[in-house]
């Protein structure tokens, strides 16, 4: 009885049923669209971040330098002397990046003892400084020529990073594994 009444009723009111019937199918697809697309991107967002989880917890300890506390290793000796006017040389530097200073191996260990961190490790970042050129003489001292070099030397640097290799899930670079 309920479904003949039902039926006389969608008969006679075939254009509204229609409408509802339609409007309820784009409000369900529409809430179908939505869901797939809202798990689409966060699963592309997953993939993508996977590799960044963790790095904001890490904390940089560093020193400030000393003055006058040099921070710095020398190859290839000491600077020219006059007497090597007209020479090539080459000098190589060795230094703590950002002017800061290396960390004991002490305070390494008594950050790692404090409470709420997980572990410690010691890692290294240094700036090369490569120098290359001919030591020509000051006013007075020249080479003989009497033409100035325009370039008398050349200098190239760049940034050597380093981890602890005993530690491999400690580091700027553990996120990389």
Known sequence: MYFRYLGRELRRRARSATVVAVGLALAIGLVITVTAAAAGVTKAQGQVLRSLYGVGTAITVTETPTAGGGGGFRFGGAPPTRAQQGKAFSRDRLSSSGGLSPLKASAVSDIAHLRDV??????LSLTSIHVTGTFSGGPGGGSGSGAA?????????????????DDPGLGPLSAGN
Do not use: L, Q, R, Y
């Open 118 to 123: 997980e572990g410690a490790t010691g890692s």
């Open 149 to 165: 070099s325009s370039t008398p030397f050349s200098i190239t640097t760049f940034t050597v990073a380093g981890v602890n290799a």
